[in-house]
């Protein structure tokens, strides 16, 4: 698939999502929506991506819920300043109707529901510290969740979806040990990451002491050292290499990259906010280094347009993309 046609053909389709859902559609828009639709396979592929984001929007409450919807979409079309006023309007709208949203990272349902009620968690955005029961103290990155367990014989953390850094308290009777379906990581005196990739893979990132990995197939182990990192699955445990400590600044609220592709870049960005963020083809390659918040990943965005020659193009609120400048 040519990745310019396809990213033109996605920005078509939710410009045509803003046209249909307004109240003043007319029966001519409607059938050039439609011959739009039919003249290529990569327009219905496009408006089915489309359409199945604004479906998460969808639990929107309230009998004024959807005369606002409609209200903020046909305004998202119109110049600035009513265009940013609308902008606002619906992502408002958005947040009170999509409690649901963590669907959109396609976690397995069972996990999801384990997620939904696990003992410490965290929404799309959001970034929480806790200092657990036996005084380690946890901290959860954008949608994430855990559970914790402590007994007389161990301390169990059990990571449900996310990622997490862990610093564990000294207590010589029970080791401090991190569950995941792919298999368990006792903690040696230490702080350390671990994030579930996949339903498949875990990385783990160790930046003080050592994590020994115990896999749930075959019972292989392996320890990983302070400054060290690796990935491991149920029956193999990948070749340790340097630990990047970058990749744990979102404890601070910060996003850091160094020389990085700007559509990787992006992917980061993209798990602390709702909907679709992705770059044009022609700006995919591009480089990004700095730090850049995560409360606020419009002013993120924004700074990306002081540093490279891309522009922001915010279709909808839940439909984001950075162009050429």
């Known amino acids: ?28 828009d409607r059938q050039a929506w439609d011959g739009w639709l039919r003249g290529h396979a990569l327009h219905r592929a496009a408006w089915d991506q489309v359409t199945a984001a604004g479906q998460r929007f969808a639990g929107l409450r309230g009998q004024d819920a959807p005369q606002a919807l409609a209200a903020g ?10 265009r940013r006023r609308a902008l606002r309007t619906l992502a408002g709208l958005a947040v009170a109707g999509t409690s649901g949203w963590l669907a959109w990272r396609h976690t397995p349902l069972r996990d999801q529901v384990l997620a939904w009620n696990a003992d410490y968690r965290t929404g799309v955005g959001e970034i929480r ?6 005084s380690s103290q946890l901290w959860l990155d954008t949608a994430s969740a855990a559970d914790f367990a402590i007994d007389a014989a161990q301390r169990s953390l059990t990571l449900r979806q996310g990622t997490v850094v862990i610093e564990t308290a000294p207590d010589s009777e029970r080791p401090f040990v991190v569950g995941t379906p792919q298999g368990a990581m006792r903690a040696l005196g230490t702080r350390f990451l671990v994030r579930r990739d996949s339903a498949d893979q875990v990385h783990l990132a160790v930046f003080d002491g050592a994590v020994e990995i115990r896999l749930a197939a075959n019972g292989e182990r392996l320890v990983i050292p302070r400054g060290r990192q690796a990935d491991f699955q149920r029956d193999r445990i990948g070749a340790p290499s340097a630990a990047d400590t970058a990749q744990a600044t979102w404890q601070s609220g910060m996003l850091t990259v160094d020389n990085v592709r700007l559509a990787d870049f992006l992917a980061q960005l993209s798990r602390y906010r709702r909907g679709h963020l992705a770059a044009h083809p022609d700006v995919a390659d591009l480089r990004v280094m700095g730090t850049f918040p995560l409360p606020d990943t419009d002013s993120a965005l924004a700074m990306l347009g002081d540093a490279l020659p891309v522009r922001v193009q915010r279709t909808l609120p839940w439909w984001v993309t950075v162009e050429p400048r």
Do not use: I, K
């Not at 046609?5 to 003043?24: G, S």
């Not at 979409?73 to 009513?82: E, N, V």
């Not at 510290?129 to 036996?134: F, G, I, K, P």
């Open 1 to 28: 698939m040519n990745a310019v046609a396809w990213h033109q053909a996605l920005q078509e389709a939710a410009d045509w999502y803003v046209c249909l859902h307004d109240e003043d559609v007319s029966p001519q």
């Open 73 to 82: 979409l046909r305004a998202a079309a119109a110049p600035a300043p009513a």
């Open 129 to 134: 510290h806790v200092r657990l029961a036996d």
